[in-house]
């Protein structure tokens, strides 16, 4: 064999080794996820697995409830999981239960409540409490989501502004589908839900935040599931997805990023 020919052929094996190498330790990460994070998570996370080589798998759905695609749900059935991202305290009651890792729990983000219309349609006066309250009086039909947003605005708000009553026959719990979808198709004149998740949606209008007498903040968090056969990749993304490096993305998708001690 030609010399030429001998170090090309050891480059080409060294080329071969090296990739086999890292194919070998690169990794499969998956992930479930809620839908307060999902559009910034998405824009992200191309650029955490050309930083990483790893692969991130996901799979999506709500923090919580009893439909085919919510996180526990889905935990429960076996499915795949390195990390969880989903409402705080619904990662509280996963920690609980003992399906995540205690202290591998990381605050990612606050978000607040919003309200939307379908697009072109006359926007309320939501600047108080009161313009609120008068607001959901005047809309003929409402719809607020199955997770922490819907939750609060059920049970909470509508007791706060003193219309559960008149709530009973026109607002509706949406499950497992994105609020403004449903405005959008005009199947909705109002709906809430959080800022996060409304913004991805189009032919709808965000009218804008809850006022602070009425807004209640829902906390996202991510953690690592007990069952993950990638924790230490896992960690590696959560600790991407709450790096400066990943702060406009989430302002920008209305997110508000919680400091923590290891930005």
Partial sequence: MRPSVAVRALALAFISILALSTAASAAEIHVMISGGLTAAYKALVPEFERKTGNKVVTAYGPSMGTTENAIPVRLDRGEPADVLILVGYALGDLIKHGKVVPDSR??????????????????PDIGSAESVK????AAKSIAYSDSASGVYVSTEMF?????????????????????????????????????????PVAGIDIVGPLPDAL??????SAGIAVVSKEPEAG?????????????????????DPIPTATH
């Avoid at 003193?162 to 405005?183: L, N, S, W």
């Avoid at 993305?249 to 997110?255: D, E, F, P």
């Fill in 134 to 137: 008068q607001a959901l009086l």
């Fill in 106 to 123: 990381v605050d990612l983000v606050n978000s607040p409540i919003g309200i939307a219309v379908k697009s072109g349609a006359a926007k």
């Fill in 215 to 220: 807004q209640k903040i829902t906390v996202f």
């Fill in 235 to 255: 960690k590696a993304l959560i600790s991407f997805l709450a790096s400066p490096e990943a702060r406009d993305t989430l302002v920008k998708s209305g997110l």
């Fill in 159 to 199: 007791a706060k502004l003193g219309i559960t009553d008149a709530m009973k026959d026109k607002a509706r719990k949406i499950p497992a589908t994105p609020v403004g979808e449903i405005v959008a198709r005009g199947d909705a004149e109002i709906g809430l839900q959080q800022i996060s998740e409304l913004k």
